[in-house]
């Protein structure tokens, strides 16, 4: 359908003040305002608006809801495979957190077991922690707890390989992590 001339709606600006015609003005009102949100002067105290955490100084754990804080129990951290009352890895390779996993971060190979209580173990178990985003669909979709996100954050890697975590890694999560409550 095309446009004519009759529904074209010319819109005319009305001309600028004399006051309007210089820029200056409008930086000194920006200035001003920026220099009330320093000193603290807009919307009460400066502290009471200020939520930046001073990491590493300050930590989550000693943040409170009362001092305008995070709430810690919410926070989901690195991932952990947990271990059976033998200290064997609790996963049964049933694939259900890999395919619950919206990043596709989680990456399984299973074996048949050499125990009589599961038919599956997995032999190589990999998580991609920099492409996951700590939704925790894996920790939902696992039928028997063997993956939890706990509350673990300061992970740091020097490069992307350090980052992807193995069986092993996981289960040295868990050896350091079993006192924590998980999320």
């Known amino acids: 359908m095309p446009v004519t001339d009759a529904d074209t ?17 409008e930086v ?3 200035l001003g305002t920026t220099l009330r949100h ?18 590493p100084e300050q930590r989550r754990e000693q943040m409170r809801i009362e001092d ?11 991932h ?8 064997r890895v609790r996963c049964v390779a049933c694939f259900m ?5 919206p990043a596709n971060c989680i990456h399984i190979e299973g074996k048949a077991s050499p125990w009589d209580d599961r038919e599956k173990y997995p032999v190589k178990f990999d998580i991609d922690e920099l492409r ?14 063997a993956i939890e996100l706990t509350p673990a954050y300061d992970i740091v890697g020097l490069s992307r390989n350090e980052m992807i975590f193995d069986k092993a890694k996981l289960l040295s999560v868990y050896d350091a992590t079993v006192d924590q409550k998980p999320m």
């Open 9 to 25: 709606v010319n819109v005319d600006l009305p001309p600028l003040g004399a006051g309007e015609s210089f820029f200056l003005p």
């Open 28 to 30: 000194f009102k920006g």
């Open 38 to 55: 320093i000193t603290g002067s807009v919307g009460g105290s400066r502290r009471k608006n200020n939520r930046a955490m001073e990491y």
């Open 68 to 78: 305008g804080g995070l709430h810690v129990d919410n926070f989901r951290g690195v």
């Open 80 to 87: 952990r495979l947990n271990r059976d009352e033998d200290g």
């Open 97 to 101: 957190c890999a395919t619950a996993c």
């Open 132 to 145: 996951c985003i700590f939704c925790g669909m894996c920790e939902e979709a696992c039928p028997v707890d």
